[in-house]
């Protein structure tokens, strides 16, 4: 069989894969993109986006419930066609994906995209349908899929997963969700809000992968108030006629449909990994330098959610450009990584930003945090639940994370984590404008709580107005 020669193989099509074809084309490399399954980001098919679209759905019309308060008649006759709404995800989800092939795939010749799925014989040297390619380099983006036990699988289509939801075209009466991290905890509160009986499981005991404290529980309270939250165990599933029955410790539910949502994991069956000639995890992944992706001194990369370490659309892409730009010029150049940015869609909006709680030097950090419940613009949306945590270095007064569950978190998070990118103060955030009425108030007044508990404060020049009691 004859080998084909290009200066840069990439295997998956994803978010990772084609920010790494970019940088081959940017560069100038002869290049191949290979992708087995189905085409199209995890994100558009069955991740961020069509998860949004159904919550989007829920969010309204579970906010019915809020308008009679205000004063609004009929909100009680409002009803939903759960088929009709199931339609629109879809069609929203279709769209997204057409976009991303449009943009990237639909007009790419079959020497150039090879819908099909490779093995690494070597290294460098790929087979894949009956052809074999000789890469200067190669990056492997081939993603990751939902973890489902083998004995689960025994039930058919009762269990199903993120992968399966958005094809639904109905929803059953009852559904328990196993595993509450982001994407289980969001789709929970959905279907609830949709009308589905839900009942939640996780093993932790704790939620969207919450690590501290304070925030996990307010979570816990408030979308426990939504439908039941079982943690701490072991969910287990047994058979009960055409149901399941889904059981941990004293707690069951006898459901229609159970979401399997605990975990995804690497999609490198088949890939022939061991080739490389280097130590093999648990997962079958070599290790890697998550700051030029690279594979040992292999001409290897890894991007994307293969890694399963930042499982996050926008770290995939910056993943995909280093690999990318490493393998196409024949660098090894080591990239500094943004700051970590983690939002969960729930309502209220769970984030995190920067540092987390389990690496904090307790003893050197400074903590300021906010409750939603007197915010006055959190009052007036009927959203005045949760609490804002901040992490600060005593010492210095540098920002270093936080982790919160409020109304338009994504919005909060995102200033904060720009914040932190700058190496900004606590003080110098609280020289910046904050209007009136806002939910940015509220991090304001947990920075001026976290500014009473640290060391540094404002120095030098006029006085600041920040040195004023809050």
Not at 280 to 304: H, Y
Not at 414 to 430: A, K, N, R, S
Request: aromatic share 6%.
């Amino acid at each position: 069989m004859s080998e084909r020669r290009v200066d840069v193989a990439i295997i998956g099509s994803g978010t990772a894969g084609l920010n790494a074809m970019a940088q081959a084309r940017k560069a100038g490399k002869s290049f191949v993109l290979i992708n087995g399954g189905e085409p199209g980001t995890t994100c558009a098919r069955v991740g961020c986006m069509p998860s949004k679209a159904m919550i989007q759905v829920a969010e309204d019309y579970h906010r019915r419930t809020h308008l009679g308060k205000y004063g609004i008649d009929g909100h009680e006759a409002l009803t939903l066609d759960i088929p009709e709404a199931l339609e629109h995800v879809q069609d929203l989800r279709d769209t997204f994906v057409d976009r991303v092939l449009g943009s990237s795939t639909d007009d790419m010749p079959a020497d150039l995209f090879i819908q099909d799925y490779a093995r690494l014989l070597e290294p460098t040297l790929i087979e894949v349908g009956d052809q074999r390619i000789r890469a200067g380099a190669v990056v492997i983006a081939t993603g990751s899929r939902p973890l489902v036990p083998e004995p689960w699988k025994s039930f058919g289509e009762r269990v199903i997963t993120t992968d399966d939801i958005f094809e639904l075209d109905d929803l059953p009466a009852r559904m328990a969700v196993i595993g509450l991290g982001t994407i289980g905890l969001e789709l929970g509160q959905s279907l609830s809000r949709l009308g589905v009986r839900v009942t939640g499981f996780d093993q932790l005991d704790r939620i969207a992968g919450i690590q501290d404290p304070e925030v996990n529980a307010a979570a816990i309270d408030i979308i426990g108030k939504e439908f039941p939250i079982h943690l701490g165990q072991v969910a287990e599933i047994t058979e009960e006629g055409e149901h399941l029955r889904v059981s941990t410790g004293a707690h069951s539910a006898l459901v229609d449909r159970v979401l399997c949502s605990i975990g995804r994991v690497p999609n490198v069956e088949g890939l022939g990994l061991d080739c490389l000639g280097v130590p093999l995890d648990r997962r079958g992944l070599p290790a890697f330098d998550p700051n030029s992706m690279q594979v040992g001194d292999l001409p290897v990369f890894l991007a994307g959610d293969i890694t399963t370490q930042r499982p996050i659309l926008h770290e995939a892409g910056d993943e995909g450009k280093i690999a990318g730009y490493n393998a196409a010029r024949g660098e090894r150049l080591r990239f500094r990584r943004k700051t970590p940015l983690f939002i969960n869609f729930c309502d209220p909006n769970i984030c995190a930003v920067g540092q987390r709680w389990n690496d904090l030097d307790q003893a050197g950090s400074a903590i300021g945090q906010i409750k939603l419940a007197p915010v006055g613009r959190a009052l007036i949306m009927g959203k005045n639940k949760g609490v804002i945590r901040l992490y600060a270095d005593k010492a210095s007064g540098k920002l270093l994370g936080g982790e919160m569950i409020t109304p338009k978190g994504e919005n909060l998070a995102h200033l904060l984590c720009w914040c932190i990118e700058q190496g900004l103060t606590v003080g110098e955030l609280l020289r910046m404008p904050f209007y009136h009425p806002v939910i940015e108030e509220a991090l304001q007044a947990a920075l001026y709580d976290l500014y009473g508990k640290i060391d540094a404060k404002n120095t030098g020049g006029l006085t600041e107005l920040a040195e004023l009691p809050g």
